[in-house]
């Protein structure tokens, strides 16, 4: 099998047929690999866009700053015996108290675990004017009828 470049005909059969047929009458692979390779070599020729960019207007001198050779500047060296280097932020490796460990860590697994309602009901404490009646209550729901209630009971006979 021939290469494309040199079948009988391929240039000018390749330009006519690539600029005239629309992508539905092109149904051979041969014509579809014909237009491709036009349109690349297309593009290569075509010259580049005109209007770049604009040119600089006068640029402004920079003054050179005059250093004196003796005070040169040199990198900082943080080995054994040399520079001492900057101090760090080192708050994440001191030893916290345990309150300040549990109240962290109470937080974080506050943002990440869902608490179901019921837990979350009794996890906030109330103000005593507020609870101070619901006490009350929920004292008085639960409260038996006194002395009467107390002979009711059988393992108290």
Do not use: C
Not at 70 to 98: M, N
């Amino acid at each position: 099998m021939r290469p494309i470049s040199t079948a009988p005909g391929f240039e000018y059969s390749f330009k006519k047929a690539a600029s005239t047929r629309s992508p539905q009458e092109r149904n051979t692979r041969l014509e579809n690999m014909r237009w491709r390779i036009w349109n690349l070599v297309r593009r290569k020729k075509q010259a580049p866009k005109r209007g770049g960019k604009a040119p600089v207007a006068a640029t402004k001198k920079k003054q050179e700053k005059v250093t004196n050779p003796l005070f040169e500047k040199r990198p900082e060296q943080f080995g054994i015996g040399r520079a001492i280097p900057p101090k760090r932020d080192l708050t994440r490796f001191v030893k916290w108290p345990k309150t300040v460990q549990i109240q962290r860590k109470k937080r974080s697994l506050k943002q990440r675990l869902k608490v179901p309602p019921p837990l979350k009901k009794i996890t906030k404490t109330l103000d005593k004017n507020l609870g101070s009646p619901l006490l009350f209550q929920f004292i008085l729901f639960y409260e038996g009828s006194g002395f009467a209630y107390l002979e009711g009971l059988w393992w108290l006979r």
